[in-house]
């Protein structure tokens, strides 16, 4: 009996070294393969960028190659350090073996700058507020608002709430109906949205948005467009009725 018993633990004695060894082989071939320079990240892919430059995103992850792509490029800051910009909706880091690293961007578009002093807060459709800059942007411009809330990253406020809200979405409309306005002034619950300098549309947010979704406003413009006209304004004072003068007020 003691003999088999002194067996029965020579063979456990026996089986624990060879799983321990094959663990250790394992862990090591992990290991070398890990660090080896075929995984050693060469490259970088950036899909999904508009407001920015693959250079200029690739700069703001602090994106290296040369460190390896498990243990010597962290994902996770390349992510957080991108998503601090506030064009940044939603990012995502892959690895893509063997060495490369794809990044992923849903970014913010901006819609609108609101006039704020001497300087222009620009907005998405949605208000968050992208960026403040001293230079005109070449998209819509608002005037008329009165900030209450300004913060980037954040939905802007205004004393209009509701007319900023309906001017937001008329903007959703206009982008999606083959319509433009280089600017619009808010006031007292109207809009005067300007298509030319001195061709203007004038009515509330909810009528012209309308207008547009049914493209009679598109076609006024059109055969204004056709006879060389360029001057005057286009009056949406309710549910298809559009009328246009020479004159601007």
């Given at each position: 009996?003691?003999?088999?018993?002194?067996?029965?633990?020579?063979?456990?004695?026996?089986?624990?070294?060879?799983?321990l060894g094959v663990f250790l082989l394992i862990?090591?071939?992990?290991?070398?393969?890990?660090?080896?320079?075929?995984?050693?990240?060469?490259?970088?892919?950036?899909?999904?960028?508009n407001y920015y430059t693959e250079d200029e995103i690739l700069v703001m992850g602090n994106c290296k190659t040369g460190g390896n792509i498990f243990i010597g490029t962290d994902?996770?800051?390349i992510r957080t350090r991108l998503e601090?910009?506030?064009?940044?909706?939603?990012?995502?880091?892959?690895?893509?073996?063997?060495?490369?690293?794809?990044?992923?961007?849903?970014e913010r578009r901006q819609t609108a700058a609101i006039v704020y002093g001497e300087k222009y807060v620009v907005v998405d459709s949605d208000g968050t507020v992208l960026?403040?800059?001293?230079?005109?942007?070449?998209?819509?411009?608002?005037?008329?608002?009165?900030?209450?809330?300004?913060?980037?990253?954040?939905?802007?406020?205004?004393e209009e709430k509701v007319l900023l809200r309906q001017t937001l979405q008329l903007l959703k409309v206009m982008e999606s109906s083959n319509m433009y306005f280089k600017s619009i002034e808010l006031s007292e619950g109207k809009i005067k949205a300007y298509i030319l300098d001195n061709l203007i549309c004038r009515g509330t947010p909810e009528n012209i948005m309308k207008a547009m979704e049914e493209d009679s406003l598109q076609l006024v413009v059109?055969?204004?467009?056709?006879?060389?006209?360029?001057?005057?304004?286009?009056?949406?004072?309710?549910?298809?009725?559009?009328?246009?003068?020479?004159?601007i007020d």
């Open positions: 009996m003691k003999e088999e018993r002194a067996i029965k633990r020579k063979k456990r004695r026996i089986k624990f070294v060879v799983k862990c090591g071939t992990v290991v070398f393969l890990l660090k080896a320079p075929f995984f050693n990240v060469t490259k970088f892919e950036v899909e999904g960028n994902i996770g800051d601090k910009d506030a064009y940044m909706a939603s990012v995502k880091v892959k690895r893509v073996l063997p060495y490369t690293i794809r990044i992923e961007l849903d960026r403040k800059t001293g230079v005109m942007p070449q998209i819509t411009v608002l005037r008329g608002l009165t900030i209450s809330k300004l913060s980037v990253g954040e939905k802007i406020e205004a059109q055969e204004l467009f056709d006879r060389k006209i360029e001057r005057g304004t286009i009056q949406i004072s309710g549910e298809k009725t559009i009328s246009f003068t020479p004159k």
